[in-house]
């Protein structure tokens, strides 16, 4: 609750930093402002704006979704939930306010627990208290944290995703496969989850096949579900892999991720040198400490979440991807035993969130 208040404290002074002339048009040319009350619309910025577009009037197909960006590239977890929540309400109070509210309602309630099933997640993982609380609270103080209270899908895909988790980890894999599922759902690399999971449970039996029950078939919900979006959305738009196809618009394509690190095809000036270091640094991280975690399967799955926008050619967004890597965060609070490891990390992941915290709610790009 802090940790959100002093970003909305932060957000609020934000409109005191000066903008550029040519930034100023611009935010005004895309109608980047969505309500006059700051409080709501400093959570509302860029792709904000397709996640709102699909919940006042659904999903709608360009003429050519390789090449004209459409908001079918947007997973559909987390714009129906809000839009099933704004239709309870009497027709009089669906204003763009109160949609602006509910997104921001859905995304912190996720997150909160999120972070609550991550705490119990690392003690049942680690067995030690303190490990739990510093990767809740490096999560927290991440340079991109306030976008779990924005109007995005990070907070329901780290919710599901760490819920997923937790459920194997209690062997409870009906309950893995249905958040499994609903996490295919809301990213497209959601579906991956799948890999992780099988690996636990082939670990939990030891590895011995004939050991295998019909609870196993429980993960199949995660493909099953990604299967029924892509027919529903092929019903819709003649094509079972436009949202999939979509993502070239935003000009992903593919490329090594050594070029995807050093000559991104789309740089920023103050944020993409921020991207290549965390790019190189999670790799290294991941890598080198593999063992340190509780199973393989937590960095597989880390791996599996940073390696694809690798492959892209962009490094657009890709703190933003990171921030749901939740093993990363586990691997870091135990790294963090170290006090000196630990104010290094709770340092500079304050200050940087603080100073893109206003850059955001003044329209400059971030991801």
Same mark, same amino acid.
């Given at each position: 609750?802090a &940790?959100?208040?002093? /970003? ?6 934000g409109?005191?930093?000066?903008l550029?002339e040519k930034? +100023?048009? +611009?935010?005004?040319? *895309?109608?980047w402002? =969505?309500?006059?009350?700051r ?8 792709? &904000?704006?397709w ?14 979704? +390789? ?8 997973f559909?977890l ?6 099933f929540?704004? &239709? ?5 109070? !669906? ?5 602006l ?12 627990t999120?972070?609550m099933l991550?705490?119990r ?11 739990? !609380? ?10 991109y &944290? ?12 780290? /919710? ?15 309950l ?9 759902l ?5 579906? /991956?989850?799948? %890999? ?6 082939? +670990?939990?039996?030891?590895? *011995?096949?004939?050991?295998? !029950?019909?609870s196993?078939? $429980?993960?199949?919900? %995660? ?11 092929g019903?819709?738009?003649g094509d ?9 618009? @935003? ?5 090594f991720p @050594? #070029? ?13 040198p ?14 080198? $400490?593999?063992?340190?975690?509780p199973s393989?399967s ?7 979440? %940073? ?12 703190? !933003? ?7 990363? =965060? #586990? ?6 035993k *170290? ?5 290094? %990390?709770?340092?500079s992941?304050? $200050? ?7 850059? @955001? ?7």
């Amino acid at each position: 609750m802090a &940790s959100r208040l002093m /970003l909305l404290t932060v957000g609020w002074l934000g409109q005191y930093v000066p903008l550029n002339e040519k930034l +100023e048009t +611009e935010i005004l040319a *895309r109608g980047w402002i =969505f309500s006059a009350n700051r409080l709501l619309d400093v959570w509302v910025r860029w792709d &904000s704006g397709w996640y709102l577009s699909i919940i006042n009037n659904g999903y709608q197909a360009s003429t050519n979704i +390789e090449m004209l960006q459409s908001n079918l590239a947007f997973f559909p977890l987390y714009p129906l939930t809000v839009r099933f929540l704004i &239709s309870l309400l009497p027709s009089a109070l !669906r204003t763009t306010d109160m949609t602006l509210f509910m997104g921001a309602l859905v995304s912190n309630v996720c997150c909160l627990t999120a972070l609550m099933l991550l705490y119990r997640l690392g003690v049942a993982a680690s067995a030690d208290d303190t490990i739990a !609380r510093r990767t809740v609270l490096y999560l927290l103080v991440f340079p991109y &944290s306030f976008i779990l209270s924005c109007l995005y899908a990070e907070s329901i895909f780290l /919710l599901f995703s760490v819920a997923a988790f937790y459920a194997a980890q209690q062997q409870k894999w009906g309950l893995a496969g249905v958040c499994g599922g609903l996490l295919a759902l809301s990213r497209p690399l959601g579906v /991956l989850i799948l %890999i992780p999971l099988v690996w636990q449970y082939a +670990e939990l039996h030891q590895w *011995r096949w004939r050991q295998i !029950r019909g609870s196993a078939a $429980f993960l199949l919900l %995660i493909p099953a579900s990604l299967l029924a979006y892509l027919g529903w959305v092929g019903l819709m738009t003649g094509d079972f892999l436009a949202p999939i196809k979509a993502q070239a618009a @935003w000009g992903r394509n593919f490329a090594f991720p @050594w #070029m995807t690190i050093f000559a991104s095809n789309s740089q920023t000036p103050y944020l993409t040198p921020v991207e290549q270091i965390f790019a190189l640094l999670s790799l290294y991280l991941i890598i080198r $400490f593999w063992r340190r975690l509780p199973s393989s399967s937590y960095p597989i799955y880390a791996l599996l979440l %940073i390696l694809p926008p690798l492959f892209t050619g962009s490094l657009t967004s890709f703190l !933003r991807f990171l921030l749901v890597v939740f093993p990363a =965060f #586990m691997l870091l609070a135990i790294l963090g035993k *170290r006090p000196f490891i630990h104010r290094t %990390i709770v340092g500079s992941f304050c $200050f940087l969130q603080i100073l893109l915290m206003i850059f @955001w709610s003044q329209g400059y790009w971030l991801g």
